[in-house]
């Protein structure tokens, strides 16, 4: 992928609301639990100000049917846990990223890496993150940000 796009992004540090979800789906178990509490609160209606990303966790793996997914939203600074949300504090940082239409693929991810690998950057070892442009679209039309965290 020789024209991979990649922009520098510093995120900053938030409040987030987080779901985690170890299941067999988890990206869309995940996904209805947030959007849920999300869209009741009009989180979804401000893309902007409420920012929702997504990583794997625990990574899927060849040895088990389940793998782990986690969705984080930003939310005001008096958020406080509630049922399966759990209120955190993302630290925020420096990412190179790049855009993908359609859902992220290991061919993509793997190409951010190569770029990263050499570039003047180095991999920072905390989540890559995963960010719908709009989280409420069909599948067949979302694009995605992905953040590959760096240091310099």
Not at 82 to 88: D, F, P, Q, S, V
Not at 89 to 116: C, E, H, I, R
């Amino acid at each position: 992928m020789a024209d991979l796009d990649v922009r520098i992004e510093e995120l900053e540090p938030m409040r987030v609301a987080s779901v985690r979800i170890v299941s067999v789906s988890p990206e869309h178990d995940a996904w209805e639990i947030l959007k849920s509490w999300a869209d009741a609160r009009g989180y979804l209606g401000d893309l902007e100000k409420h920012p929702v990303f997504g990583f794997n966790n625990p990574n899927p793996s060849p040895d088990r049917k389940e793998c782990g997914y986690e969705f984080l939203i930003r939310v005001p600074p008096d958020t406080e846990s509630e049922g399966e949300i759990e209120i955190k504090d993302f630290p925020g940082g420096l990412y190179a990223v790049t855009t993908q239409k359609g859902l992220p693929t290991p061919v993509v991810w793997m190409s951010l890496w190569n770029w990263v690998k050499s570039s003047s950057y180095k991999w920072r070892k905390t989540n890559e993150l995963e960010r719908a442009h709009d989280p409420l679209a069909p599948h067949d039309e979302m694009v995605f940000d992905l953040y590959l965290p760096i240091m310099k």
